[in-house]
């Protein structure tokens, strides 16, 4: 609310100070705040001052209702408007901008910096690929968490946006405070002056008129010096009243800005969290990562060449190996002297025992022919003496060859 605005809404409290409406005050302060608000004098400026002047040329000592209807409404419309302050402190929620401030610290110690580290590792397990699973796994993991984080952060938006929109209305209603801080400063004056005016001039002046017309046995005159006086306790009580909600308008104050700091800090948390924290960690997040990549790709690239350096050794090795044997199989004959000695023992000794079998197979040939000749011409006797009857008991004659 700008300073005319301001200005309008405490012109509007002062434009009817006698009205009807109801102001019930209730008053929690302590002694030492309701005294300080009671010998406080508020300092006016000269335009305040006038209106203070013009406004106490109005109230009609006269009238009863006078007292109980100066700055009612200003009154009425003060605790209307502390009573939104009461609704608008118990709707502001921050417990969850705190609770997307816990959750974004959750999420941000779920990344573990040990996963992240470029270490080496078993040359086999980077052989069979898990490594390169384990980089996949956590990049997975990573991109995970960063979606959650983003869902918080406009959560965090979101709620960063109330909490300004919330100081931008809390700003409204301090000008609306001040405004009526300003209009009851007011009324406090032109309540004072008239208070002065009365115990300064009006009184005396009565007292003197009811001294004068006692003479005259003049009763209503007294009358009206006690109405006076009663008239001039009641109004101070009344001036009292009014220093007292002004007193709400002082402590009301810093109530408004105490709320603002508070929802300025939360918004400037939320600002660091969304503009600084989520993109440096992001940021460190894919450095991390790429390095691991890079330590991975580094590592395969060496293992590439330790396993070439190893075929290449090996091959050099056969190589050499194959050259040796085969140099020594050229230097070698087809067939050893050896092999060829020992084949023409061996044939020497097979011709050896071929021809002695042959022999003795002659020899036994031989003498089986004359066994069989000899068997033969037994045979022959044998039947002639069985043809011509003539069984000798003569037995078998022993063939059996002479050696």
């Known amino acids: 609310m700008n300073d005319d605005k301001q200005t309008n809404l405490t012109d509007d409290l002062l434009a009817d100070p006698f009205s009807t409406s109801e102001a019930s005050m209730t ?18 400026s000269a335009e305040q001052e006038a209106k203070a002047q013009e406004l106490a040329s109005k109230i009609d000592v006269t009238k009863g209702e006078t007292v109980l209807n100066y700055g009612a409404d200003a009154q009425k419309q003060l605790g209307v408007f502390s009573q939104n302050m009461l609704t608008k402190v118990q709707s502001q929620d921050t417990g969850a901008v705190g609770d997307a401030l816990t959750s974004l610290m959750t999420r941000l110690n779920e990344a573990n ?16 690929g898990r490594v390169k699973r384990s980089i996949y796994e956590i990049t997975a993991k990573y991109q995970k968490i960063g979606a959650q984080i983003d869902t918080i ?7 960063q946006r109330g909490l300004l929109n919330d100081n931008k209305l809390l700003d409204e209603l ?17 309540a004072n002056l008239k208070l002065r005016e009365l115990n300064d001039k009006t009184i005396p002046e009565a007292v003197k008129a009811a001294e004068a017309a006692e003479a005259a046995n003049d009763q209503m005159a007294i009358q009206q010096v006690n109405d006076l006086k009663q008239f001039a306790s009641r109004w101070d009580k009344r001036a009292y009243d009014l220093q007292l909600a002004r007193q709400i308008t002082i402590q009301q104050a810093p ?8 929802n300025q800090a939360l918004a400037e948390k939320i600002q660091a969290s969304i503009n600084t924290a989520i993109p440096l960690w992001k940021n460190q997040v894919a450095i991390a990562l790429t390095l691991l ?8 690239q060496r293992q590439v060449s330790q396993t070439t350096n190893d075929l290449l050794k090996k091959n050099s090795d056969m190589l050499k190996i194959s050259s040796i044997e085969t140099a020594k199989e050229n ?19 097979t011709l050896k025992q071929t021809l002695q079998i042959q022999q003795d197979g002659r020899v036994k040939r031989q003498n089986a022919e004359k066994q069989l000749v000899q068997m033969e011409g037994e045979l022959k006797e044998q039947l002639l003496n069985y043809t011509h009857g003539d069984m000798s008991h003569q037995g078998p004659k022993d063939v059996t060859p002479d050696n």
């Open 27 to 44: 008053n929690n302060n302590s002694a030492e705040a309701v005294q300080a608000a009671a010998t406080a004098r508020p300092k006016l």
């Open 113 to 128: 910096p040990d996963e992240l580290k470029a270490e080496n590792n078993n040359i086999f397990r980077k052989l069979f």
């Open 153 to 159: 952060a406009n959560r965090l938006e979101t709620s």
């Open 174 to 190: 301090y000008d609306q405070n001040k405004a009526y801080f300003d209009a009851l400063n007011i009324y406090i004056e032109a």
């Open 255 to 262: 109530q408004i800005r105490l709320i603002q700091n508070t």
């Open 293 to 300: 990549r890079q330590k991975d790709a580094v590592t395969a």
């Open 331 to 349: 230097e070698r004959g087809v067939v050893d002297i050896e092999t060829l000695t020992q084949t023409q023992n061996d044939l020497i000794d």
